[in-house]
Nanobody
């Protein structure tokens, strides 16, 4: 059973930074894509960034390009999301997801395994 445990959310002022972590347990294959998704109240869940752990390919939503960076530590089965220049519109619950995918898609429907989420709040 794959388990994902997120940490690192919190409250910051606009322009600040946060780093989210997602530790994965329960799989041994390296051919996994892991992604970060977010959902604000009243909005659909959207893909933020994803990475293919085998090849290191990454994908980003246009709204976060140049501000967010997804990275991995394969030895720790952990994926990180470094968020810089945060804006109030980045406020949301952030979720980590994983599945046996090669292309690091940003479509949340492609992922079967999800963490519990961590709240990010950015004040103006």
């Amino acid at each position: 059973q794959v388990q994902l445990v997120e940490s690192g959310g919190g409250s910051v002022q606009a322009g600040g930074s946060l780093r989210l972590s997602c530790a994965a347990f329960g799989y041994t294959s390296s051919s996994v894509s892991m992604g970060w998704f977010r959902q604000a109240p009243g909005k659909e869940r959207e893909g933020v960034a994803a990475i293919s752990t085998a090849g290191g390919n990454t994908n980003y939503a246009d709204s976060v390009k140049g501000r967010f960076t997804i990275s991995q530590d394969n030895a720790k089965n952990t994926v990180y999301l470094q968020m810089n220049s945060l804006k109030p519109e980045d406020t949301a619950m952030y979720y980590c997801a994983a599945d046996w995918l090669y292309s690091a898609p940003l479509d949340p429907d492609r992922y079967r395994y999800w963490g519990q989420g961590t709240q990010v709040t950015v004040s103006s």
